[in-house]
């Protein structure tokens, strides 16, 4: 997916958006004057990049292509009992959480459940990964990294929020407007709109907004 930089008019091609976003983001944290490591920055800078892509924000399933609910990914995670794949669902539950509290703050401040469901979740998410680390020498500079994810989950959500103000990540944006809708309504044009994106509306599907 390629975005648009809305300050240069200049198209930002899938072979620059990690450099693209490693500006942006240093840029947003110099503006907040957000006080963060270089590995709390890059990781931003990896998230930004991994989602730009909305098959890293969807998942496919049974039913087609759908946005998996926090609680059924934490459920996942509760579930789980190789702590490898736990430590992994709830990196994947943080990131999912911080990524869609930052981008998507004035669609879920308009309609959709509050921010503050994301950044507790995605906190607490991270947080439980740094727990999981504790003690674990050859992991010590990751907890450190999930740390200060958890100390500072708001305030890394202002910095995506920024970032995204700036470009253009409407894609993904555009194809969770158009879930809700039909989440909502039922509304054909929707569901033939997101079928056209790739995407199969399925009624057994909750996007994560819903909780």
Do not use: C
């Not at 931003?44 to 990049?49: E, F, G, Q």
């Not at 934490?74 to 959480?97: C, F, H, M, P, S």
């Not at 992991?139 to 920024?162: I, P, R, S």
């Amino acid at each position: 997916m390629n975005n648009f930089d809305r300050r240069t008019g200049r198209l930002i091609t899938n072979t620059s958006i990690k450099e693209y976003f490693h500006d942006s983001v240093t840029e947003a944290i110099a503006n907040q004057q957000i006080q963060t490591s270089a590995e709390t920055a890059y990781y931003l800078v990896n998230l930004l990049t991994a989602f730009s892509r909305s098959e890293q924000l969807f998942e496919k399933s049974e039913n087609g292509v759908d946005l998996k609910p926090l609680a059924l990914i934490y459920a996942d995670a509760v579930n789980e009992t190789n702590i490898a794949e736990r430590t992994r669902l709830l990196q994947k539950l943080g990131d999912t959480a911080l990524f869609i509290a930052g981008v998507f703050t004035e669609s879920l401040n308009r309609k959709l459940v509050d921010v503050d469901y994301y950044i507790a979740m995605g906190g607490n998410a991270y947080s439980t990964v740094s727990e999981m680390l504790r003690g674990a020498y050859q992991n010590a500079a990751a907890k450190v990294l999930f740390d200060e994810l958890t100390e500072k989950f708001t305030e890394l959500v202002d910095v995506l929020n920024e970032v995204s103000e700036k470009s253009n990540l409407s894609t993904n944006a555009d194809i969770l407007r158009l879930y809700e809708i039909w989440i909502r309504t039922g509304s054909k044009r929707a569901a033939g709109q997101l079928r056209r994106l790739g995407i199969q509306p399925v009624s057994s599907s909750q996007p994560d907004f819903q909780h």
